[in-house]
């Protein structure tokens, strides 16, 4: 599977952005995918997850209720709405899949990854 995530640029706090991860390759509809972030010199950091079975979201505490993960199985695309983002929230955000369901906000557990998309949040 092959990821390619877009999407990321520069806002202001308290806008919003939108980022796609699409994937090539193979369906993922058997995935579970992930958003995870990194800022330079930091661990990577789960962001939120969608399970591909029950189709089950899981978030970091520092994005629930801002930020929503979603996913259209039928055109290999997957979603990250993040709302009144904050300049903690600049980081570059990688989308990846995973064939489990569980640990979903462990990086290890994920087997594809795309080349990321910088978000940056001005204040």
């Known amino acids: 599977v092959q990821l390619q995530a877009s999407g990321g640029g520069s806002v202001q706090a308290g806008g919003s952005l939108r980022l796609s991860c699409a994937a090539s390759?193979?369906?993922?509809?058997?995935?579970?995918i992930g958003w995870f972030r990194q800022v330079p010199g930091k661990v990577r950091e789960f962001v939120a997850g969608?399970?591909?079975?029950?189709?089950?979201?899981v978030y970091a505490d520092s994005v629930k209720g801002r930020f929503a993960i979603s996913r259209d199985n039928a055109n290999n695309m997957a979603y990250l709405q993040m709302n009144s983002l904050q300049p903690e929230d600049s980081a570059i955000y990688y989308c990846?899949?995973?064939?489990?369901?569980?640990?979903?906000?462990?990086?290890?557990?994920?087997?594809?990854w795309g080349q990321g998309t910088q978000v940056t949040v001005s204040s």
């Open positions: 390759g193979r369906s993922f509809s058997t995935y579970t």
């Open positions: 990846a899949v995973a064939p489990f369901e569980s640990s979903v906000s462990i990086p290890s557990r994920y087997t594809y």
């Open positions: 969608i399970r591909w079975g029950t189709g089950g979201t």
